[in-house]
């Protein structure tokens, strides 16, 4: 009888584990779809992710090694439960923007909560073509007409709790990376790559997004590593290595009447290399724009010939033919610049022009040691009056570096730079010329969306 029992327990306890089994998702391989290397995996991925997205539990899509094709891609949410999209392959992108059917991105994740894309894998946007006939943002104001559209490689559109870690983003058409609406978004252990001559390949760009993070991060590229548009708060970049690229940019803001305050950024223990900019504010002049950037922090950071490693310019005009008639009404306060050491491109290692309408507040320069062919570098400043602490230079057309508070003290109707720059002034007003350098006329970084989909772009 308890022989029979037992055996009983053990078929119904065998019973039991097969639905169970049968009722998790487990690892959903793409292949199971139909998917297969040099093959396109589009269709296949669709519908692995449809399963991933409707299961009760949390699922993983897995792409496994190997080279794929993928087209046209967006996959949305709510979910039922987490989901993990874990690529081990290199997925490639059509060559052709014709083939993406005029998308603003190559593929899109959108309103997915608690989601995780991991792997080894590559995101190759095989962008070369599109370069060659590309319109570049900070030469050609025909920019403006998106008449070159391309297509970011991936897109995070009002997702939250999300993870991007260990994979690559390679040779992306536009932007590698943009996050728009989202909350709580970390990239972890992430390489961005694309030549220094590829235009407006952003590493990682985000607009009116909440708590975004990003560490542990290698990105090489042609324009910004880093990128903050308009509404961006609590966003943290620590551990980054970038290079070659345009640096670590605020901006541009204040183009369009709508947009939002960016408040809570920290810049912590990076490295730049070779890169046209360091760390970077910038801002229109003469524009609609009216919004408030504070809490803005850079500390702990190294510059390897970095040629113009600390800019505040709320005079940014690219193409010089902005009108000036007006200054920016974008508000600065609270900006620091923390340990900042290395190798300046130009001999003006720090400019800080901020607006004669609504001049920048609370702006520190501390343990700034920067030098220009092994001569200490010098900063040029406007319409601020910076407190000076530690080993930095003082703003002067032609100071000397300093290691007394003092500076501080000097009133910006005193100071050398107040003599010798004027409120209109800019690090671009010293040229028109195409051709000027980087030092005489700041790169513009490109066209940032940082607006919901249906508003106007932003640009730069």
């Not at 391309?150 to 932007?175: E, M, P, Q, W």
């Not at 570096?401 to 003092?406: D, I, L, M």
Request: net charge neutral.
């Amino acid at each position: 009888m308890m022989k029979k029992l037992s055996i009983a327990i053990i078929i119904s306890f065998l019973y039991f584990l097969a639905n169970f089994v049968a009722a998790q998702p487990g690892v959903l391989d793409i292949s199971k779809f139909g998917g297969a290397p040099n093959a396109d995996i589009t269709q296949a991925f669709t519908t692995a992710w449809n399963e991933a997205c409707a299961s009760a539990t949390a699922a993983k899509i897995l792409v496994p090694a190997g080279t794929y094709k993928m087209g046209l891609l967006e996959v949305k949410g709510p979910c039922k439960a987490p989901v993990e999209v874990q690529v081990d392959g290199t997925i490639q992108a059509p060559p052709s923007m014709a083939d993406l059917k005029g998308a603003e991105q190559w593929i899109r994740f959108d309103s997915i909560e608690s989601l995780t894309l991991s792997g080894k894998g590559v995101f190759d946007g095989q962008g070369a073509t599109c370069w060659k006939s590309a319109s570049i943002a900070w030469k050609d104001k025909s920019h403006e007409t998106g008449s070159d559209k391309r297509a970011i490689n991936i897109y995070f559109a009002a997702c939250t709790n999300t993870l991007v870690t260990g994979i690559t983003s390679k040779d992306s058409k536009y932007f590698h990376f943009n996050v728009l609406g989202c909350n709580n978004i970390t990239f972890d252990g992430v390489t961005i790559i694309a030549p220094d001559a590829s235009p407006n390949t952003d590493g990682i760009h985000m607009g009116r997004s909440n708590g975004v993070t990003i560490t542990n991060t290698n990105i090489g590229t042609g324009d910004d590593c880093v990128s903050l548009g308009d509404g961006s708060k609590k966003v943290t970049v620590q551990n980054v290595n970038c290079g070659p690229g345009h640096g670590i940019s605020v901006g541009s803001l204040g183009k369009y009447p709508n947009e939002e305050n960016v408040e809570g950024l920290l810049v912590k223990n990076c490295t730049l290399t070779k890169t046209e900019n360091g760390v970077r504010i910038k801002t229109w002049p003469d524009t609609a724009g009216k919004i408030t950037v504070t809490d803005m922090h850079f500390e702990d950071i190294t510059m390897n010939d970095v040629m113009n490693p600390v800019i505040v310019d709320q005079e940014y005009c690219p193409w010089n033919k902005c009108s000036k008639k007006n200054p920016s009404l974008i508000k600065l306060s609270k900006v620091t610049f923390k340990n900042i050491k290395g190798t300046s491109g130009t001999a003006e290692g720090v400019t800080i022009i901020c607006s004669s309408g609504v001049p920048c507040d609370g702006v520190e320069l501390n343990n700034v040691d920067l030098t220009f062919n092994g001569a200490p570098a010098t900063a040029k400043c406007a319409n601020v009056n910076p407190l000076v602490t530690g080993k930095a230079p003082v703003c002067g057309a032609s100071a000397s570096p300093t290691t007394s508070p003092a500076a501080a003290t000097t009133s910006p109707a005193a100071s050398p730079a107040a003599a010798t720059t004027s409120p209109s002034a800019s690090p671009a007003a010293a040229t028109t010329s195409p051709s000027a350098s980087p030092a005489s006329v700041p790169k513009e970084s490109s066209p940032k969306e940082s607006a919901p989909k249906e508003s106007a772009p932003k640009e730069g």
